[in-house]
């Protein structure tokens, strides 16, 4: 059986950079990320402390998301939330994440997961003879 894909490594984007700053801010994100998708049933387990705090050493695999959790990481909405913190928008500010998952919520996860990159690295090659 195949290793399932790390879509969040929270233990290593932390140790991308020893800088405080950078590594505050990669932890509110994290945070706040796991957060809006506990809130959202995106996850199959929890992920938070139990003060709520992101655990450090966390890894989420494609394997912890719901059906819709994998449509939602697959899709767009992640990487525009994260080019919004780069131009000055506050990392709690999660409107781009709620209207995406309104999106593939409206057309339904299997159907929104057709229109991106996933199938092109879970269905299996045609080998032709």
Request: overall charge positive; charged content about 35%.
């Amino acid at each position: 059986m195949a290793k399932s894909l790390v879509v969040l490594d929270v233990k290593r984007n932390l140790l991308r950079n020893r800088d405080k700053d950078f590594r505050q801010r990669e932890i509110e994100t994290s945070k706040t990320l796991v957060m809006f998708m506990e809130k959202n049933q995106l996850l199959t387990r929890n992920f938070l402390d139990t003060n709520g705090d992101i655990k450090r050493d966390e890894r989420i695999t494609e394997d912890d998301l719901t059906i819709e959790g994998k449509a939602f990481f697959w899709g767009p909405f992640i990487d525009k939330w994260y080019d919004g913190h780069d131009k000055g928008t506050n990392i709690s500010y999660t409107k781009s994440l709620e209207r995406g998952l309104e999106k593939i919520r409206s057309v339904g996860a299997e159907e929104f997961l057709k229109t991106t990159r996933y199938y092109l690295y879970h269905i299996p090659k045609q080998t032709s003879h």
